[in-house]
């Protein structure tokens, strides 16, 4: 299975600085060998600059989140089918920090999906729990929970990519034991994904403090179907560095 590592750029970039980046990481593309889908998902306002900076190369581009409904009065929200028009591949749903920030819930998530996959995208869903919930021994309830809670029915291998990210390995520069990834990814494929028919050949991402000098072991690891990649998907250099990690 070819692994994924999309870039989640967040509330990072402006023009010059995003341009630069997507235009470094085309060139990388086009000039490497390796076999690895790329994407980046930068801030909603640039994503037609970077469409057009990452053209005539394999990066493909997606969004950061996307609303349940194809337009309306939804004031700073952004339509799937709008994403899809744009030329997106992608599209994140359900990010821990948009669960956080905005009170979105997995029944909000699992509409978000399936207005992804309406609109011909690749979700990207992403699941993990706190720190609090992984020490109560909770991590697997917690994950199978928003995978039941998230996911629609009809997803397919094609179109649906699960991001685990825990909470607490965001940004912290920590990161789960191996074992403990392989864990819960294997959990992830054959439970909480199995119970949807999804089990085979659905790509799990890890998310969460992934850098170029952890990503090989991390990559490495069966289930572990590339990397969601925040911080460290801000220069070529980091960002190329896990890229070129993938077994
Ligand atoms: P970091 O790689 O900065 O820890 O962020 C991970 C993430 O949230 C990607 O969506």
Not at 44 to 66: H, R, W
Not at 141 to 155: C, D
Not at 195 to 215: C, E, F, M, Q
Request: glycine residues 12%; hydrophobic residues 40%.
């Amino acid at each position: 299975m070819t692994k994924l590592i999309a870039g989640n750029w967040k509330m990072n970039c402006h023009v010059e600085s995003g341009t630069a980046l997507a235009r470094g990481l085309a060139d990388k593309a086009n000039q490497s060998s390796k076999s690895a889908d790329v994407a980046v998902c930068p801030p909603a306002p640039l994503i037609p600059l970077i469409i057009e900076a990452t053209k005539n190369s394999p990066v493909s581009v997606g969004g950061q989140d996307c609303h349940w409904e194809d337009s309306g009065a939804h004031t700073g929200d952004v339509s799937a089918s709008l994403l899809a028009d744009l030329g997106c591949t992608y599209a994140i749903v359900g990010h821990s920090e948009r669960r956080a920030d905005h009170g979105e819930t997995d029944a909000q998530v699992k509409a978000k999906t399936e207005a992804a996959l309406a609109a011909g995208l690749i979700a990207i869903v992403c699941v993990g729990e706190t720190e609090a919930q992984r020490d109560a021994g909770d991590a697997e309830t917690v994950v199978g929970g928003q995978i039941e809670g998230s996911l629609p029915a009809g997803g397919t291998p094609d179109t649906v990519v699960i991001a685990y990210e825990p909470v607490w390995a965001i940004g912290t520069g920590r990161t789960p034991s191996l074992d403990d990834i392989a864990a819960i990814h294997g959990f992830i494929r054959e439970k909480a994904l199995a119970s949807h028919g999804l089990g085979d050949g659905l790509r799990i991402l890890y998310g969460g403090s992934v850098k170029p000098s952890n990503a090989a072991e991390i990559l490495a690891i069966e289930d572990v179907g590339g990397a969601l990649v925040g911080g460290a998907s801000l220069t070529v250099e980091n960002f190329w560095g896990i890229i070129e990690s993938c077994p």
